[in-house]
């Protein structure tokens, strides 16, 4: 065991951690002779355990201080641990029906205890790329996300409250440089890291790194990204972040947690619906057009911003005389002047979702760390064009973001493109 009282875990010592760990212990029904434990970390950073005994199952998670995805050549603060369990906690009080269970968190080993998610879940990416339609996906995660970012924003809270919160989060430092590194930089130069499908892209990521528009867009958002501390964001709600059956929905992983511009993970969601709509060509197989599962998909999108812009103004109407300081009651008590500042807000968090969707699309095509929506078409030529349909897409979104007003219109520029 290092000196800080970390020790990366086995199964052997996870075994012996769990004997000793009374929460955890309660929870497998306190017999440790069988236990079954199986390491299924699939994502990028952490490893995970899926641990069953006699009474029931849980997962242990745990940070080591490296990124998983490369190894121990790009070290990481497995500090991000810390902020995960947070997060989930807080999200878990704002949200209980769609965030696991934190049973038990460690600082010192970095390993947090939690809910397991119980098949038939599985990753919604995968669910996508099998074709598989979830009705009340939009519904679900239209809940999460209003309820998770109003009532971590200045509309509900006091600016005491919300700048203590600030301050906590400002400690998750190394985890909001990688993104803006991945998401924000490394695309729009050359990087060590960037690859994409060579050679049929080589022209589209040149063309990236010399579009000085797009880079004067992008530049925006990372400052956004940077210096607005709007609401305490999950930071990395990509379609791997959520498990789902057809009626219900777990928000898992928000490692990346902090106070950001609520549009990062609205357009995280919405990015990667986008990018599984322009993969889905490259699943079709004989006989399967995907024709009416794209359309879903349209719909998915569409009735995410929706019920996201209805729950949210909701909460706002029902709270609006309470202590959030952004719009104090007595200056902002005439109707008209609510509804116009309303509308004000909808509509820069409807433009900083379609950017920050479209800046987390590019990174997913050129950047480090790619999606298997499009990694898992295996003909490369197919592949590629898939990917430069959703480049393209996402180059003119960013550029031409303001121009939209609603989202059906944005979906028909998907639907026109992609069929
Ligand atoms: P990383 O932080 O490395 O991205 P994730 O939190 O995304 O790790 O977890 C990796 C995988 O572990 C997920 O894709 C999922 O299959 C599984 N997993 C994570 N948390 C749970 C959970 N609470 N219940 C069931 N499976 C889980
Ligand atoms: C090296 S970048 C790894 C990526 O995985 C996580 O899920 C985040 O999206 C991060 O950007
Ligand atoms: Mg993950």
């Known amino acids: 065991m290092a000196s800080d009282g970390f020790q990366p875990l086995d199964e052997k010592l996870l075994v012996d951690y769990l004997k000793a760990t009374p929460s955890l212990a309660a929870k497998l029904g306190s017999h440790f002779d069988h236990l079954e434990i199986k390491e299924v970390g699939d994502g990028n950073l952490n490893f995970v355990y899926i641990v069953t005994g006699p009474s029931g199952s849980i997962v242990v998670k745990q940070a080591l201080p490296y990124m998983r995805c490369i190894g121990e050549s790009w070290p990481m603060t497995k500090e991000r641990a810390y902020f995960e369990a947070s997060v989930l906690q807080e999200h878990g009080r704002l949200c209980p029906n769609r965030v696991p269970e934190v049973y038990h968190f460690d600082r010192k080993m970095c390993l947090i205890g939690m809910r397991y998610i119980e098949p038939p879940h599985i990753i919604l990416r995968k669910g996508l790329i099998a074709g598989v339609e979830y009705p009340l996906l939009a519904d679900h995660v239209s809940e999460y996300m209003a309820r998770t970012l109003f009532y971590t924003s200045l509309l509900y809270q006091t600016t005491t409250d919300h700048k203590s919160g600030v301050a906590k989060f400002c400690g998750n430092v190394e985890l909001c440089r990688l993104t803006e590194q991945v998401v924000f930089s490394d695309p729009y130069k050359v990087s060590e890291y960037n690859h994409w499908t060579t050679p049929y892209l080589d022209a589209d990521a040149k063309a990236l790194r010399e579009d000085d528009m797009l880079k004067l867009e992008v530049a925006g958002l990372k400052s956004k990204f940077c210096e607005r501390a709007q609401a305490l964001l999950h930071g990395d709600l990509h379609t791997s972040s959520i498990m789902v059956t057809p009626d219900s929905t777990q928000v898992i992983d928000p490692e990346f947690g902090f106070y950001g511009p609520m549009g990062y993970d609205i357009g995280a969601f919405i990015g990667n619906l986008i990018l599984a709509y322009f993969s889905q060509d490259g699943h079709a197989e004989k006989g399967e057009d995907r024709k009416l599962y794209k359309k879903w998909i349209l719909k998915t999108i569409l009735d995410t911003w929706n019920l996201f812009d209805a729950k949210f103004t909701a909460l706002w109407d029902k709270h609006k005389d309470g202590s959030g300081d952004a719009y104090l009651p007595k200056i902002y008590n005439n109707p008209e002047l609510q509804l116009l500042v309303k509308k004000r807000y909808m509509a820069n968090l409807f433009h900083d979702t379609l950017g920050f969707g479209a800046a987390k699309m590019i990174r997913r095509i ?51 493109l992609g069929s």
Do not use: M, P, Q, W
């Open 366 to 416: 050129v950047g480090v760390a790619h999606v298997e929506d499009f990694e898992s078409i295996k003909e490369a030529v197919k592949r590629s064009e898939c990917e430069r349909k959703a480049l393209n897409f996402a180059k003119t979104l960013l550029k031409e973001r303001r121009n939209f007003h609603k989202i059906n219109e944005v979906v028909s520029v998907i639907e026109y």
